[in-house]
């Protein structure tokens, strides 16, 4: 098979979708992979080390034209739509749920598409996910506190607190993967961590591990507003396999919030956020789209 790696042109996307040993694996077994000039190297993988361990290094229009199977980190872009082709293989995160476009012009070129989120174990587990969430878990804390600051317009403090001085507010919604890993970073820092789920099995579990450092609360809309009252980074884990995340901050919720908080939403590609609820007023809280 003749495989494509096409470099990712979705905005500050860096990842690329096979690194040069995962080239080594594939033409071992016989398998020919293009690379795209530059593919990798957002994520410090040059093209040299692609070639060494076998692919060979192409443009982009020859990489969609060849391959039999397309394998990408990001859904296809409408500019990428027209380079795929009926029976040709797509591997990539897609996330349709709330990209209805996206799917008419995938049915419309009749591609064969294997979404990562979509790929289940028999224990129901989301094996090519999952790493996916612990990486945007820990890193949902690092950017909330990049926004804290206050050269970008946030509330201007420290989650862990000094002598004298009370720690951050951070509250979870969600204790998936992304909740899990989250709480595990936010908790580091020395932040007060507060997190929301429907499930009290999952709550017990992290109350388990967590004691004391941790504060579960089951998720409803009287927690959750009592919550965002006093938060100062707002973390969004919701995942439904295959269907929207809901959308639980409502409009009312959000002028409760103290200015200059913020909101870090993970799930912002399964429709789990409005973008529309962002504002530039500086009263209101930032809302970063993870």
Same mark, same amino acid.
């Given at each position: 098979?003749?495989?494509? $790696?096409?470099?990712?042109?979705?905005?500050?996307?860096?990842?690329?979708?096979?690194?040069?040993?995962?080239?080594?694996?594939?033409?071992?077994?016989?398998?020919?992979?293009?690379?795209?000039?530059? /593919?990798?190297?957002?994520?410090?993988?040059?093209?040299?080390?692609?070639?060494?361990?076998?692919?060979?290094?192409?443009?982009?229009?020859?990489?969609?034209?060849?391959?039999?199977?397309?394998?990408? $980190?990001?859904?296809? *872009?409408?500019?990428?739509? %027209?380079?795929?082709?009926?029976?040709?293989? &797509?591997?990539?995160?897609?996330?349709?749920?709330? /990209?209805? %476009? *996206?799917?008419?012009?995938?049915?419309?070129?009749?591609?064969?598409?294997? /979404?990562?989120?979509? $790929?289940?174990?028999? %224990? %129901?587990? +989301?094996?090519?996910?999952?790493?996916?969430?612990?990486?945007?878990?820990?890193?949902?804390?690092?950017?909330?506190?990049?926004? +804290?600051?206050?050269?970008?317009?946030?509330?201007?403090?420290? *989650?862990?607190?000094?002598?004298? $001085?009370?720690?951050?507010?951070?509250?979870?919604?969600?204790?998936?993967?992304?909740?899990?890993?989250?709480?595990?970073?936010?908790?580091?820092?020395?932040?007060?961590?507060? &997190? &929301?789920?429907?499930?009290?099995?999952? +709550?017990?579990?992290?109350?388990?591990?967590?004691? !004391?450092?941790?504060?579960? *609360?089951?998720? @409803?809309?009287? @927690?959750?507003?009592?919550?965002?009252?006093?938060?100062?980074?707002?973390?969004?884990?919701?995942?439904?396999?295959?269907?929207?995340?809901?959308? +639980?901050?409502?409009?009312?919720?959000?002028? &409760?919030?103290?200015?200059?908080?913020?909101?870090?939403?993970?799930?912002?590609?399964?429709?789990?956020?409005?973008?529309?609820?962002?504002?530039?007023?500086?009263?209101?809280?930032?809302?970063?789209? !993870?």
């Amino acid at each position: 098979m003749i495989i494509g $790696v096409p470099k990712e042109i979705k905005e500050d996307e860096y990842r690329v979708s096979l690194t040069p040993a995962g080239a080594h694996d594939l033409t071992m077994d016989g398998h020919t992979v293009l690379v795209e000039d530059g /593919a990798g190297e957002g994520s410090g993988l040059p093209n040299q080390l692609y070639e060494k361990h076998g692919a060979h290094i192409a443009e982009r229009n020859d990489i969609f034209s060849r391959s039999e199977m397309i394998i990408k $980190v990001k859904e296809p *872009l409408p500019e990428e739509f %027209d380079l795929l082709r009926e029976g040709q293989i &797509l591997y990539t995160y897609l996330h349709l749920a709330p /990209a209805p %476009d *996206l799917a008419r012009a995938l049915l419309d070129r009749k591609v064969t598409c294997i /979404a990562y989120e979509t $790929v289940q174990l028999s %224990d %129901d587990a +989301l094996p090519l996910l999952i790493p996916m969430s612990e990486v945007a878990g820990r890193m949902s804390i690092h950017e909330g506190s990049k926004y +804290l600051e206050r050269e970008n317009k946030g509330r201007g403090i420290l *989650l862990g607190g000094v002598p004298g $001085v009370d720690p951050g507010h951070v509250v979870i919604i969600g204790g998936g993967v992304v909740g899990a890993n989250a709480a595990k970073m936010a908790i580091g820092t020395g932040a007060s961590v507060t &997190l &929301l789920d429907v499930n009290l099995s999952r +709550l017990r579990y992290l109350d388990d591990i967590y004691g !004391g450092r941790l504060k579960t *609360l089951m998720s @409803n809309r009287v @927690n959750l507003t009592e919550s965002l009252r006093t938060a100062d980074l707002v973390i969004g884990a919701i995942l439904i396999p295959g269907a929207r995340a809901p959308k +639980l901050i409502t409009r009312e919720m959000l002028s &409760l919030m103290m200015p200059g908080s913020v909101i870090v939403d993970v799930g912002i590609d399964q429709g789990g956020g409005d973008r529309n609820l962002s504002s530039h007023d500086p009263q209101r809280p930032h809302i970063h789209s !993870g």
